[in-house]
């Protein structure tokens, strides 16, 4: 009987950016606050494009004298890029392109084997 090596790698490469949902990041299922502290120049900036909408988020702006506070709801994308490692699927020494034909791959794997069993 004839055996054959089965593995997911996730490499070390992180150069594929993700979306919130896809990352599990917190901002996204917990929501988040954004403190600006308006006393800067950078900050007015921020506090300014946020009201503006150009961020394309839902906020809602909590008093705080010379610091904005931007509370924004859950379920959205957040302001960090998150990236995450892509997983290399691998069977019997070759690359496969996807987790379904990794599976497939073995559920074949695994008929054959059987056969062989069966046939003794």
């Known amino acids: 009987m004839r055996t054959r090596d089965y593995l997911i790698r996730f490499p070390g490469d ?6 919130c ?6 901002a ?16 007015r900036e921020a506090a300014a ?8 988020r839902t906020y809602r702006e909590l008093p705080g004298g010379d610091v904005a506070v931007f509370r924004f709801e ?7 890029e998150h990236q995450t ?3 290399r699927f ?9 987790l379904g ?6 559920g074949d794997h695994v008929t054959r084997l059987e056969d062989q069993l069966r046939k003794g």
């Open 28 to 43: 996204w299922r917990f929501g988040w606050e954004t403190i600006l502290d308006e006393r800067t120049a950078q900050g």
């Open 14 to 19: 992180l150069s594929v950016r993700a979306a």
């Open 90 to 98: 691998i069977a019997g020494g070759r690359r496969l392109a996807s």
């Open 49 to 56: 494009w946020i009201r503006s909408g150009a961020s394309g």
């Open 85 to 87: 490692r892509p997983a």
């Open 21 to 26: 949902e896809d990352a599990r990041c917190d």
């Open 101 to 106: 034909d990794w599976t497939g791959d073995l």
């Open 74 to 80: 859950r379920g959205q994308r957040c302001f960090e």
